[in-house]
């Protein structure tokens, strides 16, 4: 069996997520985002023989981090079709549905890959690497209200229209296809107190946008109410204050605008019960421990059997 690759990624809430999760040995599982194989791996040891876990992952790169064990199952797949990924696989019901949001510490640190601003390589921030369009693509093409307006909804930047003119000043003299590149091109607009929060925010905008991030986890979301058993449990964790909010409005109502439908007589036909009240923070000891998990949120649900 592969060893736990905490090298590729720290899987963050680790023991709260698998806790939360509720596994029944003989249970059917989803982990929508294998990455390093941290929390696969601990959902395993909590399944007896006849369990099955079903892993996801659109990075070919994650496979080599793939267990050798027959109840373990790699789907390589986005996460915005598991309905249909499940059902190739004869799976049309699980227990429970689990996903770290956001990207692996192996994204950041595999440099060549474009997700960090530190250092130089190509622009590109795909997930999937067999995808045709990278970041440079975006950067280049989209106006400057589309820019301004991405860097808003998906960075949560200030004077997003200067940022917006600050790029589109750069590529009229020449095309910007690598991270330094880009971080140059917004020199102007970038707080010097602040470099490395600003530039997190705007790369952050801009890999959520090229890889359509928020619409894959409105997807699934979605399908989860179709895929989980009555007392079957969702748990996620977010990074982003947009995804947050999507994941507690699901939670709460079944749908990611939160609106609480009500039945003949005026009753809420929510269908989750919420288990966390309350997102779940890691602890001093774990943000300390692995810094990129400071800004996580873990939030809970259990699919509630309607009429």
């Known amino acids: 069996m592969s060893t736990d690759n905490t090298t590729?990624?720290?899987?963050?809430?680790?023991?709260e997520s698998i806790e939360l999760l509720d596994i029944k040995p003989d249970g059917t599982y989803c982990d929508l985002t294998f990455g390093g194989g941290g929390h696969s791996r601990h959902i395993l040891s909590k399944l007896g023989p006849e369990g099955r876990l079903y892993s996801f992952d659109q990075d070919r790169d994650t496979l080599s981090n793939a267990p050798q064990d027959e109840r373990f199952?790699?789907?390589?797949?986005?996460?915005?079709?598991?309905r249909g990924a499940m059902r190739l696989r004869g799976v049309t019901e699980v227990d429970g549905i689990l996903a770290d949001l956001g990207v692996s510490s192996h994204h950041f640190d595999a440099t060549h890959r474009g997700f960090s601003f530190r250092g130089e390589a190509p622009l590109d921030m795909r997930m999937n690497q067999r995808g045709g369009r990278t970041a440079a693509d975006v950067v280049n093409s989209y106006d400057a209200d589309s820019l301004a307006r991405i860097l808003k909804e998906y960075g949560?930047?200030?004077?997003?229209?200067?940022?917006?003119?600050?790029?589109e000043r750069a590529r009229a003299e020449k095309p910007i296809t690598t991270t330094a590149e880009l971080v140059e091109a917004v020199k102007?607009?970038?707080?010097?107190?602040?470099?490395?929060?600003?530039?997190?925010?705007?790369?952050?905008?801009?890999?959520?946008?090229?890889?359509?991030?928020?619409?894959?986890?409105k997807m699934a979301l979605e399908q989860s109410l179709k895929l989980l058993n009555p007392e079957g449990r969702l748990v996620v964790m977010s990074y982003h204050s947009l995804e947050d909010r999507l994941v507690k409005n699901f939670m709460r109502s079944g749908n990611t605008d939160g609106i609480i439908e009500k039945d003949f007589f005026g009753r809420a036909t929510t269908p989750f019960k919420v288990i966390t009240r309350k997102a779940?923070?890691?602890?001093?000891?774990?943000?300390?421990?692995?810094?990129?998990?400071?800004?996580?949120?873990?939030?809970?649900?259990?699919?509630?059997?309607?009429?």
């Open 73 to 82: 199952n790699y789907v390589e797949s986005n996460f915005r079709f598991l």
């Open 156 to 167: 949560e930047l200030d004077t997003t229209w200067k940022i917006a003119n600050c790029i």
């Open 188 to 217: 102007p607009c970038t707080p010097p107190k602040d470099e490395a929060k600003f530039l997190t925010k705007l790369f952050q905008a801009l890999r959520i946008e090229l890889n359509g991030e928020i619409e894959a986890l």
């Open 8 to 15: 590729y990624h720290v899987p963050v809430l680790l023991e």
């Open 280 to 307: 779940i923070a890691p602890s001093d000891e774990e943000i300390q421990t692995n810094p990129r998990s400071r800004s996580a949120k873990l939030r809970v649900a259990e699919r509630i059997e309607q009429d």
